[in-house]
């Protein structure tokens, strides 16, 4: 299969839900911007979370993956987050599905992320993010 996500420069728009580590699920909207520069490629993603009052909280990471090779099926990346600091992970690439792992502060932070095409130009996005082996977050999004 040929992936879109990754492999072409295109910007993704996300719905879906967002869960804080107390449980609660909040509808969420977001954005994802990828871009191929010279060596590598760039992923703007923000999500938007609404807050009480009518504010938003922007989740906002950026990331620098190192292409993959032609016919391969793993790549490294970095992203750098306000609120956490820098994250180092990987993309694995298996048949539909793009799977990243990645963790921060020398494994302070932990988690994971699959991808799986749904087809008519979409992915299913679910995640985890852990702090110390506690659940911090997890979302479930859909990229189209």
Do not use: C
Request: proline share 1%; glycine share 14%; no cysteine.
């Amino acid at each position: 299969m040929q992936h879109k996500f990754l492999f072409e420069e295109k910007e993704w728009k996300a719905k879906g839900t967002y869960t804080d580590g107390g449980g609660k699920k909040i509808k969420v909207t977001g954005k994802t911007l990828v871009k191929h520069k010279m060596g590598k490629w760039i992923i703007e993603a923000e999500m938007y979370i609404p807050l009480k009052g009518g504010k938003t909280l922007d989740l906002r990471n950026v990331y620098v993956v190192k292409p993959v090779k032609k016919d391969g099926f793993e790549t490294t990346w970095t992203s750098e987050n306000k609120i956490i600091g820098k994250f180092n992970g990987r993309f694995f690439i298996a048949g539909n599905i793009i799977f990243s792992t990645y963790y921060a502060n020398k494994g302070e932070f932990v988690g994971h992320e699959t991808m799986e095409y749904q087809g008519n130009g979409r992915y299913g996005a679910t995640g985890k993010l852990f702090r110390d082996g506690k659940m911090e977050s997890s979302w479930n999004v859909v990229l189209s």
